[in-house]
Structures are given as C-alpha cells and as structure tokens.
C-alpha cells in the first residue's frame, strides 16, 4: 500500500508542476502579447506625431516661402516709388532752376532801358562781364548776373547725365559747367547737383566740398538746407561720426520743420541703431 501512495503522490506532483509550468508559460505568452501591443501602439502613436511634425514643418516652409514673396514684393515696391519720387524731384528742381534763370534775365533789358537823370545815355553802357579766369580765386557770390542760353544748355545737360544715372559723367559735367559759368544763377544748383553725382558713386570727400561750397557761398540758395543734410551724410560715411552727429543736429536746430529736419533725425536714429548692434 505505500509504494501505491507514494506513487500517487508523485503523480499528483507532477500533475500540479506541469499545471503550474503550463499556466506560467499561458501567462507569459500573454504578457509577451500585451507587451508586443503596447510597443505597436506606441510605435504608431510616434509614428503619427512624426507625420504631424512633418505636415507642421512643411506648413512653416509654404509660409516663410509667401513671407519672402511679399517682403520681396515690397521691395520692389519701395525701390519703384523711390525712382519714381527721385525722378520727379529731380524735374522738379530742373524746371525751377529754368525759371530761376529766365526771371533775371526778363528783367535785364528793362531796367538797361530806363537812363539815370544824373548820367549820359553813353555812360549807362553795361560793362562786359567778367570772365571765368577773372573768377579763378574763388566761387562768386549768390548776386550774380542772368543767366544765358548757352549755361542752361550746359546745366541741362549735365543734369540729363544724372538723371540717366551716368553719375561719373554728370559730377564732371558740373564741375565743368561751375568753372566755365561761375556766375550764373543755377551755380548753387550746379554744385548741389554735383555733390549728389558724388555721393552716389561714394566719393564722399568730394560730394562734401561741393555741398560745403552751397552753404559757404550761396547761403541764401533754396538747397542750402538739402547741402547742410548731405555734408552730415558725407561726414557718416567717412566713418567721421561725431562730425555726422553735430552735422545733423545743427540741420534740425537751423531748419526744425523742414524735410530736412525729419530725414536728419531719420539718419541719426539708423546711426544709434548701427551703435547698438
């Protein structure tokens, strides 16, 4: 009868182990598959950010690319109404130097009709005009005789050339206009005009002689103003700030509701910002 027991108990043990083995191996194919679940999930969760991602990044690129049409667009813009305001100034200034010239010499012939009650007729003769060369020692004052056929065809042009944007040739053809009609009326507009083809072409050093020439000897002109502006533009850009700084404040204390003004302390703001960074 023991024998008999104790092989019963050993079948009964192995009966149980091998339940338990069998439900241990059922539990760990079942974790195995939840575990296997869970990477999918998570993998297609990752999967569907990265999609998301991708879809967000070429939304980003579609709009810096619209971004940079506009900001080319106005660009474009900007650049045409500058050459249009440009070359509307500068026919402008061209028809006013025309009727600063034609007003004077309206006026010559009359007042050369009215002989003085205390002077011969043949006494009243006007007098030759001086010569450039007599002129050589220096620019003449703003009083200056009428202008004639022969200097507004020469004015003009010079002042064609830079409307052509021929810088190099207007700035040449004004300094040759200034030596050759020293005294006529369109001279402070002649060097104006001149330190403009400078400034262009960056010959700062030569564009601020010739505005420095409006102010020292045409005071008066109507650009004395646009040269006090341009010398401070000249000063900054031969890296002479403190002069360009004094320069521009001085524009807007002697001209504080002009246009010039306001492009002064424009230019002295982009300088500060230029400080700044």
């Known amino acids: 009868m023991r024998p008999q027991r104790k092989t019963n108990a050993m079948a009964c043990a192995l009966a149980a182990l091998f339940a338990s083995t069998g439900a241990m191996a059922q539990q760990s194919r079942l974790s195995l598959a939840d575990r296997v679940a869970a990477l999918e999930a998570r993998d297609q969760g990752q999967g569907q950010q ?116 021929q810088y190099a040739d207007s700035a040449q053809k004004f300094r040759a206009f200034v030596q ?41 002109s109507a650009k004395t103003a646009g040269a006090l502006l341009k010398i401070g533009y000249c000063q900054d850009g031969l890296k002479q700030r403190d002069a360009a700084e004094a320069t521009l404040h001085q524009v807007i204390a002697k001209y504080p509701n002009s246009e010039e003004a306001g492009q002064a302390q424009s230019r002295l703001r982009a300088m500060s910002m230029d400080a700044g960074g």
């Open 180 to 220: 050759q009609y020293p005294n006529s009326t369109l001279a402070p507009n002649a060097y104006y005009w001149m330190g403009e083809s400078y400034y262009v072409t960056r010959n700062y050093q030569y564009a601020l002689a010739a505005f420095q020439s409006v102010i020292d000897h045409f005071p008066d």
């Open 50 to 165: 990265s999609v998301e991602l991708l879809n967000r990044i070429a939304q980003l690129e579609s709009d810096v690319k619209a971004l940079r049409a506009q900001v080319e667009q106005m660009q474009n813009d900007n650049q045409q109404a500058k050459d249009q305001a440009k070359a509307q100034y500068i026919d402008l200034d061209s028809r006013l130097g025309r009727l600063e010239a034609a007003a004077p010499a309206a006026s010559a012939p009359a007042a050369a009709a009215k002989p003085s009650p205390n002077r011969p007729a043949a006494a009243q003769q006007p007098a030759a005009s001086a010569s450039p060369s007599a002129a050589a020692g220096g620019v003449p004052s703003p009083a200056a005789p009428a202008s004639t056929v022969s200097d507004q065809a020469a004015y003009q042009a010079a002042f064609d050339a830079m409307k052509a944007e």
